[in-house]
């Protein structure tokens, strides 16, 4: 098993930043993948950005150029820093981690962005 817990959510104007914190801790193995999504209001959830242990990400055309994904694997901690914030980036934003090996998913519970214009 694995916890998440996440931090760093809140209010914000536009063009503001915010960086989200990530902490694992549980059973947590070399070769993993972690990620933050999010969901605003009647949408589904989608993939903000991820990172896998070897340092690989990837990143949603979106926030390219303006969101920094980032972890600190001594710590099992991962990052997200946000900048140039705009009101479409409110949602509520989960912390993902898989455990690629055994191929299993772990989710947060969640920390709320809100941008205001």
């Known amino acids: 098993q694995v916890q998440l817990v996440e931090s760093g959510g809140g209010s914000v104007q536009a063009g503001g930043s915010l960086r989200l914190s990530c902490a694992a801790s549980?059973?947590?193995?070399?070769?993993?993948?972690m990620g933050w999504y999010r969901q605003a209001p009647g949408k589904q959830r989608e993939l903000v950005a991820s990172?896998?242990?070897?340092?690989?990400?990837i990143y949603a055309d979106s926030m390219k150029g303006r969101f920094t994904i980032s972890r600190d694997n001594s710590k099992s901690t991962m990052f997200l820093q946000m900048n140039s914030l705009k009101p479409e980036d409110t949602a509520v934003y989960y912390c993902?981690?898989?455990?690629?090996?055994?191929?299993?998913?772990?989710w947060g519970q969640g920390t709320q962005v809100t941008v205001s214009s």
């Open positions: 993902n981690f898989l455990d690629i090996v055994a191929s299993k998913n772990y």
């Open positions: 990172i896998t242990s070897g340092g690989n990400t």
């Open positions: 549980g059973s947590i193995f070399r070769i993993n993948r």
